[in-house]
């Protein structure tokens, strides 16, 4: 199956700071999505992106298709934003999950 | 519009006694997903489906059954439960190929 990669493992960030998570993969992939699950177990979809850009408030993220790799950018970060961020990807129905990049937001 | 439901949200269960996880969807999707999420760890996919009365294998299969009578339920079976199922388990669901989503999740404790 595909490999997924995410880095770091953990992050630690003082409130207003800037971050970037990475997710490297093994294969072309038919889909992409990063999600955050908050501090409840709650799964929530930040992105879908396969390919290309896109933006979301203070959140935003870019995929590389033929580098294999997903860019997850966190602006002027706040403590709602801690919690574990996961990339997966699927190249035939099936997520294959990353373990995930821990965040700790600090006041 | 509920998305993606899961019951129940908790369940403590004895060696060896069965059980079924119900998990249901508003959205039409056609593809429904069962994974469970270890400590420290990324979910796993367990079995799916990719339409009303078929499923197939994920990644950890083992010890585990599933059935998707209906389009919209996709139900999670134990037998015999064992300690090593003790997990969190997601259902998800998506039309084709595309972005799934996610229940809240059923914590399962097997003593």
């Known amino acids: 199956g595909i490999q997924v990669e995410q880095s770091p493992p953990d992050l630690i960030l003082q409130e207003g700071a800037n971050s970037t998570l990475r997710c490297n993969f093994s294969?072309?992939?038919?889909?992409l999505q990063w999600f955050h699950q908050n501090p409840w177990g709650q799964l929530i979809n930040l992105f879908y992106?396969?390919?290309g850009t896109k933006q979301n408030g203070r959140l935003s993220a870019t995929t590389v298709a033929t580098e294999r790799y997903s860019l997850l950018y966190i602006s002027s970060s706040q403590t709602t934003d801690s919690g574990v961020y996961f990339c997966?990807?699927?190249?035939?129905?099936?997520?294959?999950f990353g373990a995930g990049t821990t965040v700790t937001v600090r006041a | 519009n509920a998305g993606v439901t899961q019951t129940p949200k908790f369940r403590v269960l004895k060696t060896g006694q069965s059980m079924t996880l119900l998990c249901a969807q508003d959205m039409n999707h056609e593809y429904m997903y069962w994974y469970r999420q270890d400590p420290g760890m990324g979910l796993r996919l367990i079995h799916y489906s990719v339409g009303e009365g078929t499923t197939a294998k994920g990644e950890v299969p083992d010890g585990y059954n599933v059935s998707r009578l209906k389009k919209q339920n996709f139900l999670l079976g134990l037998e015999s439960a064992a300690p090593s199922q003790t997990s969190v388990y997601f259902c998800?669901?998506?039309?084709?190929?595309?972005?799934?989503?996610f229940g809240p999740g059923t914590r399962l404790t097997v003593t």
């Open positions: 992106i396969p390919s």
């Open positions: 294969d072309s992939v038919n889909n």
């Open positions: 997966a990807v699927d190249g035939d129905y099936k997520l294959s």
């Open positions: 998800a669901s998506s039309i084709s190929n595309y972005e799934q989503y």
